[in-house]
């Protein structure tokens, strides 16, 4: 009964999350009007479902302790990867309340983007999950991947007055902590958008196609990567070609390079597993055309391909924030870095040296640079400290050694998963483009990932 609960509350929750943005966005325009900011009890609500399925899965836990030991006293052994979380939790509680830059909001949410997740992983592994949820679950991505990829690629279209009306904000490619979101971003220099579809953003939309996709191309070869469809099932190989078309188009108009070389990875863990089935000849191949379809778009489409002004950011800010890390490598504590630094900081915006400027007087609360110049306004601004790399940024909140737990937890989490499961290209592909982005920040991707991660991988003992 419990366990039957908690699964179709998690299945619930996975098939919302990626509707979560849009569906906060329209909520609070319904309940409070245009360009308010987003109404907390709507915002929270998968949290809240989250600690349902906790203390469900605990209540599970210590029945199944009971029963087994016959005891009252309920003990529990951990093994290497619960070893690594729980450090990374003593690192957290140890480094930001030794911190001087200590703030109880910052530590929240740095918990919140950093630790829960893998406080579920950690949980959520000690439970029994049905073959029956195996497979609800995968039709359930599948399907809302068709969706929000499908309304993704319309909103390519549609007039930003249609956004508006829904309850996002008139800005574009702007984040504003106490607003509502943009419907979209712009490549810089062009009128060119990047769709995000019903998440926060075109990046975090492009992470999370990583996981439909992944199904997608696993599912397509007759379900030989471990997928739990059995044939005859759901979408026939058409419908498997269409789907990934699908995706394919929405992660190309998401123009997120960060994840695009995810879906590479993806596809490359896809011929590796059938490198034995596919010659050398054909590989080298389509190495070397990938290779020059890349050379030939930066040179045709520079602003859409190289992005002067973003790529210089992907070098600049890792660099400054190993700059940081090296001065304190015991870490600032959680929410320093990162999507929760950019939660508890001011709204930066930051043109070039020359950029007209003056669209940003109808809008007073935000802070403008323009070079190293901030023009406005006249109080000093405190702007978020986002390296673009999840890596350093954990390296800044809970020092090196947290770093490096992380790292080696993220290894011996590949090294487990089988090889032929969909799990070990869309954990490679989001692990790679965490090397240039905050892959971890969307909710949508990091419940979704580690959820599944912790129903596949059981606790063993090393």
Known sequence: MLQRAREWLVLLLIGLLPFHAFLVTVGTRLLSGIAQAPIVGL??????????????????????????????????????????????????????????????????YGFKYTLFPLCLFLVLRRVSWSEEFQKRIVVILLVVGGVVAGYGILTFFLPQSFFVWLGYSDLHSLYIPDGPIAAFQQIGGTSLRRIQSTLSGPNQFGIWLLIPFSMATALMRGGQWGAPLPRGRGLRGGGYVFLLLLLLLALSLTFSRSAWIGAAVVVGVAFWVKRKCISTQLLSVLIVLTGVLVVLGGVIFPDVILRTA?????????????????????????????????????????????????????????????????????????????????????????????????????????????????LLPTLFGISITALFLHSWESSAVAYTVWVLLSTKIRPTHY
């Open 43 to 108: 915002v929270v609500w998968k949290e809240a479902v989250l600690g349902v399925v906790l203390l469900v899965a605990m209540c599970e836990i210590v029945k199944k302790r009971i029963v087994d030991s016959g005891k009252r006293f309920v003990s529990l052994r951990v093994d290497v990867l619960d070893g690594l979380i729980l450090g990374m939790i003593t690192l957290g509680a140890f480094v930001s309340l030794s911190s001087t830059r200590y703030l109880l909001p910052a530590t929240f």
């Open 310 to 422: 973003s790529s210089r950011d992907h070098f600049a800010r890792p660099i400054e924030a190993s700059q940081i890390l090296a001065q304190n490598p015991l870490g600032l504590g959680l929410g320093t870095a990162g999507p929760a630094s950019n939660r508890v900081s001011d709204p930066c915006v930051f043109l070039e040296e020359g950029a007209d400027a003056s669209w940003v007087e109808a809008h007073p609360s935000l802070c403008v640079f323009v070079g190293k110049q901030q023009v406005q306004p006249e109080e000093l601004c405190t702007c978020p400290l986002l390296p673009e790399n999840w890596y350093l940024q954990v390296g800044i909140e809970l020092g090196v050694a947290g770093m490096v737990l992380f790292a080696v937890l993220i290894v011996l989490l590949l090294k487990t998963l089988p090889t032929t499961h969909y």
